[in-house]
Structure formats: C-alpha cells, structure tokens
C-alpha cells in the first residue's frame, strides 16, 4: 500500500513553511521542504505584508514538493485580506494588522452599533485589528472592489482561478454569525459595507480546485494537484492537532501570540464573556475555540529585533539564571502591539507599575517570560471559569513550544501539567484535514491521536513556588 503524500503551506506572522507529510495508518511524517522570513515593511507610512514575496516562497515550496503530492493546503495568520476588482487583479497591497490605520476605529465602531449587538452576533473577541474594523477605516478603498479575500483564500486564487471564504477565518472577520453560520447580513447593514464583497463560504475539506495551467507549469505540480481548504485559520489548524487524549485539556497555541483557551461544542455568549472579552472562533466540525489573545512572544521577537538579532538559545540560557518574578509587565497592554523600540516599552510598563526595571537582555528576557507565564495562568483561569470545563492538562504547541523555560515557568504559573509540542502543529493541522478529506483518517479524535502517537512532545509536572505565583498574580491584577 502507499502511503500518501499531502502539503500544508503554513504562513505563521514571523515565518512560512511548506512542509509535506506521509500519512496512513499509523503514520505520520512531517518533512519541511521549504522555510522563510516573514518581513512586514513599511511604505510611506503604511505597514504592509510583503505578500507577493510569500507567494513567490508558495511557489517555490511547490516546486521543492515531491512529484506523488496528492492535495495542498494554505493556512496562515487570522483577520487580514486583499481586495479584487472585477478582473481579479489585486487592488493594492494588503495591510498588515498592527499597522496605525485602525486607531481609535474599533471605540468608534462600538459607540455607534453597541457592544451587545456586535458580540452577540459575531462572539468575537474586541480586537481593534479585527477584519471589520479594518474594513471601517479603509472605507474608500471598498468602492472599486469586487472581492474581498483572506490571505489564504487569496493565494488559493492565486493558484487555482477559484473564489470564496474559508469558514474557519471567515470567523475571524467580525462579519460571521457566530450561531448560524452565515454572513451576518445585520452587522454588514448596520456598518453600511458593501455585501456584495465577502464570497461564498467554503467548509475545511472541501477541494477548491486545480493549480491554473501556468502554476502547474511554473512549479511542476500535477495538473490534477488538488488545493484543498483546510482550517485556513492558524490557530484553528494548530488546535486541531493539539494531540490531546482526553476532553478536559487546555491549550495555549504559543508563536507570535499566544492563543489560551478550551474547545467547546457551542459558544459562549453571556454578558460576563464579553466583559472578560473572551472570543468564539470557528474550529474544525463545528467546534469553538473559546479563548483570549494573549501578546505571546511578541515581546520577546521584537526585542530581539531591536538587538539585532542575537543567538536565542544562549539568551534563554542566561534568563534562567535571572531571579523569578522581578520585573513584572501585564502583555496585554495595548501599549506593546505595534512594532518599535521594546525593550524601552517594557522597561517603561515596569516602572510604571512599580517593578525593578529590567536592565540587562537577560533580565528583559526573563520579564517577558514571566510575564506570559502569569498571562498564561490568568487567562486559562478565567477560561475555565467562563465556560464550566474543567482542565486537568495544558497542551502548548507552535515554536514557542521549544522555549523550555517558557513551558516549564507555565506549567509551575498554572499548576498544571504542560505537554510541550508539537512545533509545527499548524502544518499537522493543515495536512490532517486533507488527509481526512481523502478519507486517511477518521474524526478529530483520531487525528489527535495519530498527532500524539507519532510525534515528539514533552511533559512538565508543575512545580515551584505556587504562593510566589499567586502572589505576582495579584500584584499584577
Ligand atoms: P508564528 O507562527 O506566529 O510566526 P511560530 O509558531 O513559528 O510563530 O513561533 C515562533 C517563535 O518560536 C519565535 O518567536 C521564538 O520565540 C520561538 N522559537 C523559535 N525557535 C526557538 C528555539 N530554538 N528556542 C526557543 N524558542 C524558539
Ligand atoms: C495567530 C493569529 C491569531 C490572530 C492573529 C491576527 O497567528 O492568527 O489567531 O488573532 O494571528
């Protein structure tokens, strides 16, 4: 029998990887064929992705793929989208989320349709780069456009000539109905946005359609190369592939963000949900992925950034050596979500609330880390509390997964076992849909357990201090 081989193009907001995987019974072989930079730049004021340049790497990775590849799949970083006019072309390059142009927007936004009403249809976390709001302050650009397509959903049509709105980011937008499943004709009304823009949705496992003549020239794919929608959401083909054994887990999907919450078969909707500002994201077969962001490792990239780039592991090393709990920043401040000089934010946000200021990069470093490690805590707590399901383990997946200190400070913050790994759980995600769509494996269930049988993970035991924890818990509130 052979065994099948599947690709996931995986664009996570720091980096893209194409990576291939074998799959059968019992087997699961992830091969990474292709690795690149994700850079944002900055244009005369706007900060950009560089899509055309990750298309090129799409391209690239296909080429690298081998020969017998069955299906592909595209999943990348939430919310953010290109337009088309009427023949398709791309009208103007797509915005990054952090860029400044929604300030202010998302206070606006809520003071004229009411949070009620917004939360209620879309169960989406306030996020002020949340699709809608992003759409509210590109108002005049929506005037000549046809189409407004996802990022993956737009390199889909890049490769195949097809249209249409993958269900797992539509959730993302804060246009989708939360309960029905549809475009929320309310909330597109009531913002006065053009309707006519957001395509047909399209369910994780459906075939898209073949590579356009020219791609399959260009790259050496199969006329017959099916692309596949997978969950086209990140974080929905990440959780996905948590390689979880029992209901009552917990999950952190750790990388640029990180993602902190528990799966849930409806969302959760009440008035105290929103207050907490908890989201309902659309996972793969109907589930929910309740959770907050948390800013995650952020911090600590874009502090990296402003030092040039220094040898991570031996960074890490040291921050080990920096006494616990010191230097203490709440991430989310909103103070610390666009890009710029960070370790000057944090060492500002430390004094502000009283703390030591972090004066070395260790000492930076182990504030970050701390930080998310109480993040962490407080946010899978409150998750807990919000929704009545009990947790009785914490699986962390994505690169942060390979910060040793990072899981083990999270596992002690939590006081709950932490499963580390997988790394590359979004590209599992991504390729186990296909492969379930081609009928290789069975139900969620079984995907994770295929996930937790053939892949490396590591468990931390809680330990440490827990008074220490609890006490910098409400110094922090
Ligand atoms: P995203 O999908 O958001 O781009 P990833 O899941 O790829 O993010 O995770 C990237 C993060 O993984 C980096 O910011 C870094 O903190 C962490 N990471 C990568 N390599 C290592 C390593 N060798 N040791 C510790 N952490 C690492
Ligand atoms: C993680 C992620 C997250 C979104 C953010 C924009 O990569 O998709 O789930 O909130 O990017």
């Known amino acids: ?68 590849l069955v299906s592909v ?110 475009w929320s004709g309310t909330l597109i009304e009531r913002l006065g946005l053009p ?26 794919v199969a006329a017959g190369l099916a692309v596949t929608a997978v969950a086209s959401h990140d974080t929905a083909s990440a959780v996905a592939a948590v390689p979880a054994t029992t209901g009552r887990f917990g999950y ?13 078969p409806a969302p959760v909707l009440g008035e105290e949900s929103r207050k907490a500002n908890f989201t309902n994201e659309g ?34 090393a040291e921050a080990e050596r920096v006494p616990a709990l010191r230097s203490l920043v709440d991430p989310d401040d909103p103070e ?28 930076v470093v182990r504030c970050v880390l701390d930080s998310l490690a109480l993040a962490h805590r407080r946010t899978l707590r409150e998750a807990v509390r919000l929704s009545g399901r009990e947790v009785e383990v914490v699986h962390l997946v994505g690169g942060g997964s390979r910060n040793d200190l990072l899981c083990r400070l999270t596992a002690d913050a939590c006081g709950l076992p932490v499963v580390a790994g997988p790394v590359e759980a979004t590209a599992l995600g991504n390729v186990l849909v296909q492969a379930r769509a081609h009928g290789v494996v069975g139900d969620l269930a079984e995907m994770r357990d295929l996930v937790a049988r053939t892949q490396t993970l590591r468990r931390y035991e809680p330990g440490g201090d827990a008074a220490a924890w609890a006490e910098a818990a409400d110094r922090l509130r």
């Open 195 to 220: 309707g006519r823009l957001l395509p047909g949705l399209r369910e994780p496992g459906e075939v898209i359609g073949r590579p356009r003549p020219e791609v399959a020239e260009e790259t050496g």
């Open 336 to 363: 610390f979500l666009p890009p710029g000089d960070m370790p000057s934010r944090i060492a500002a946000h430390c004094v502000r609330r009283g703390f030591p200021e972090p004066r070395t990069r260790a000492e």
């Open 283 to 316: 996972g793969v077969d109907g589930t929910v992925r309740y959770l907050r962001n948390v800013m995650g490792l952020w911090l600590l990239q874009e502090s990296m950034r402003a030092w040039g780039s220094p040898d991570l592991p031996a960074l890490l």
């Open 252 to 264: 952190i999907s750790c990388g640029t963000w990180s993602l902190v919450g528990v799966e849930l």
């Open 1 to 68: 029998t052979t065994t099948p081989t599947f690709a996931a193009v995986d664009l996570g907001a720091s980096s893209g990887r194409v990576m291939t995987a074998r799959i059968g019974a019992g087997t699961l072989d992830l091969t990474e064929v292709h690795r690149f930079p994700n850079r944002p730049v900055r244009a005369n004021g706007t900060l950009y992705w560089d899509l055309l340049g990750l298309y090129g790497n799409v391209l690239d990775g296909l080429r690298a793929a081998p020969p017998e």
């Open 73 to 182: 799949g595209i999943d990348s970083w939430a919310v953010d989208y290109g337009l088309l006019d009427g023949n398709g072309t791309l009208l103007g390059n797509p915005v990054h989320y952090r860029d400044t142009r929604t300030d202010g927007v998302m206070e606006r936004v809520r003071a004229e349709v009411g949070d009620d009403l917004l939360y209620q249809v879309s169960g989406l976390q306030f996020l002020p780069f949340n699709t809608v709001y992003q759409l509210v302050a590109a108002r005049a650009d929506l005037e000549r456009a046809e189409t407004l397509l996802l990022i993956p959903d737009l390199l889909a049509f890049w490769l195949t000539g097809q249209v249409g709105a993958e269900r797992t980011n539509a959730s993302t937008t804060g246009l989708l109905d939360v309960r029905e499943g549809v």
